[in-house]
Every structure is written in C-alpha cells, then in structure tokens.
T-cell receptor, first 117, second 114 residues
Framework: GAVVSQHPSWVICKSGTSVKIECRSL??????MFWYRQFPKQSLMLMAT?????????EQGVEKDKFLINHASLTLSTLTVTSAHPEDSSFYIC?????????????FGSGTQLSVL | DQQVKQNSPSLSVQEGRISILNCDYT??????FLWYKKYPAEGPTFLIS???IKDKNEDGRFTVFLNKSAKHLSLHIVPSQPGDSAVYFC?????????????WGLGTSLAVNP
C-alpha cells in the first residue's frame, strides 16, 4: 500500500482562491519533504525542501509568499497555493524522506493536478 | 542535456501480452527511480518505484527492473490490459546537497489492443 498519501489528487478552483495540498507519511516519520511542480512537457522542478519544525527552503524563482509550505509534524507537510492564478495550473508532487541506517529512503506521493480557471 | 530518456515515444501491445517500457539515464548519482502513469485529461499517478540498492521491485502486474551498470530501467506489465493504455513517465531522483532533484522523462504512450 501507499506509504505517502497526497491529497487531493485533482482540484479545480477559481482564480484568486487558495488551494491546500497535503502530503502525509502513513507509517514512518519523514524528516524531510520535497515539493515538486511539473509544467506540461517539462521536467519536474523542485520548488522547496522542508524539514520538520523549521522554515522551508525555496528554490530560486519560487515565491515563498505564494507557495506556503508548512511541515509542522514528522508525518504531515502542506503546500498552500495562495491566490491561485491560471499560470499556477500544474502537477504538484511531494516526496518524503527518512533515514534508515545511514541510507536515505524516499517515498513519493501520487501527485495533485491543479487547474485554476 | 536530457538525463532521463525514454527513447520510444509509443508502444502497441496485444491484450494479455507483456508490455515492456524502457528508460535510460546518464547520472550515476540517481538513487531512486519511479514510474508514473497518465491518462488523457488527468494528472499523472504514481505507479511504482525502486531504490538503487535493488534490481527489482514487483507490485501486482507491474515489475520494475534496474540495471545500474547499464544505467537502464524497465517497467514490465504482465498481463497487459486495455485499461493500461496511458502515457508512462520514468523519473529519477538524486540528492544535491540539502535538495533532491527529480528528473522526468518525456513519456512513452502505451496502447493495449483488445
């Protein structure tokens, strides 16, 4: 079964509204969560890296006030797209990482397709 | 420079037969690989992943094989069903300092014919 639950898988919203995407690790504690975005016919781009209890680190060009990331617990990270606009329509994926005997284990969410009208 | 390549843009298979989708990569630092499936007008959905310490991972009808020396992975679907018709994307991940890159192939369109 899935070990990372990403919700919702599909969302359509009106321009100007905010959308929250959840990424939850189901049976392990994720020390780090990564958020990616993919535009059509392009590769996945890392948006930000979040560590539990600390502020997220955003990649260059990603507006931190627009894409709010909260990683309040070891099992949950959320990405909120504030005041969404049609250009924010994209596919968003989270991945959660944990360490096991000096090796990083990585699990992926199922993705969220965001369509902003 | 495309680090993850899916050289076959399309594949057609008869129902009940095996579908083999291939993916090649160039960066030896990739340590996780995954496959996503995408139906038309829908977002991609996660299918299966594999760590670089393994050479095989199986989940029902789907098996991913990893050949690190050849920098090649493949997804096998047995038996293929018409509902498997979709675009399949291969992706690879590598640590880069505090970040993790995730590089996506351009996809292979699979058609399973009844």
């Amino acid at each position: 079964g899935a070990v990372v639950s990403q919700h919702p898988s599909w969302v359509i919203c009106k321009s100007g509204t905010s959308v929250k995407i959840e990424c939850r690790s189901l049976d392990f504690q994720a020390t780090t969560m990564f958020w990616y975005r993919q535009f059509p016919k392009q590769s996945l781009m890392l948006m930000a890296t979040s560590n539990e209890g600390s502020k997220a680190t955003y990649e260059q060009g990603v507006e931190k006030d627009k894409f709010l990331i909260n990683h309040a617990s070891l099992t949950l990270s959320t990405l909120t797209v504030t005041s969404a606009h049609p250009e924010d329509s994209s596919f968003y994926i989270c991945s959660a990482a944990s360490w096991d005997r000096l090796r990083e284990k990585l699990f992926f969410g199922s993705g969220t397709q965001l369509s902003v009208l | 420079d495309q680090q993850v390549k899916q050289n076959s843009p399309s594949l057609s298979v008869q129902e009940g037969r095996i579908s083999i989708l291939n993916c090649d990569y160039t960066n030896s630092m990739f340590d996780y690989f995954l496959w996503y499936k995408k139906y038309p007008a829908e977002g991609p959905t996660f299918l299966i992943s594999i760590s670089s310490i393994k050479d095989k991972n199986e989940d029902g009808r789907f098996t991913v094989f990893l050949n690190k020396s050849a920098k090649h992975l493949s997804l096998h679907i047995v038996p293929s069903q018409p509902g498997d018709s979709a675009v399949y994307f291969c992706a690879a991940s590598a640590r880069a300092g505090n970040n993790r890159k995730l590089i996506w192939g351009l996809g292979t369109s699979l058609a399973v014919n009844p």
